[in-house]
């Protein structure tokens, strides 16, 4: 059974950091491209940031560059999103998503490319 279950996720103050994880069952990893998605209420979900097969490629929302960092553990079969210097904009339920690849590709940033995606996590920033 393939599945994406994320975790990590919280109340945090504005100015603190936060670090979201996606364990994923069922796949190996290492053949997937991994995204991480939000939506806040009333908004349609966007694209966050991306991580290719070969971690050669990573793509960052102009909204998160320089705060947000993407990673990956193949051999734990697990996707990262360290969040810093968060504000209360990032307030969203954040999905993690993978999409099978062949390496050398760009991982997508649109959200229609992907296949697979969790449950998702809240996260609420806010004094």
């Known amino acids: 059974q393939v599945q994406l279950v ?18 994923a069952s069922g796949f190996i990893l290492n053949y997937y491209h991994a995204a991480w998605f939000r939506q806040a209420p009333g908004k349609e979900r966007e694209g966050v940031s991306c991580i ?4 050669g490629n990573t793509y960052y929302a102009d909204s998160v560059k ?20 968060l504000k209360p904009e990032d307030t ?24 697979y995606w969790g449950q998702g996590t809240q996260v609420t920033v806010s004094s």
């Open 6 to 23: 994320e975790s990590g996720g919280g109340l945090v103050q504005p100015g603190g950091s936060l670090r979201l994880s996606c364990a």
């Open 52 to 55: 290719s097969v070969d971690k």
């Open 66 to 85: 320089g705060r947000f960092t993407i990673s990956r553990d193949n051999v734990k079969n697990t996707v990262y999103l360290q969040m810093n210097s």
């Open 92 to 115: 969203a339920v954040y999905y993690c998503a993978l999409v099978r690849s062949p390496s050398g590709y760009d991982c997508p940033a649109a959200e229609d490319d992907y296949d």
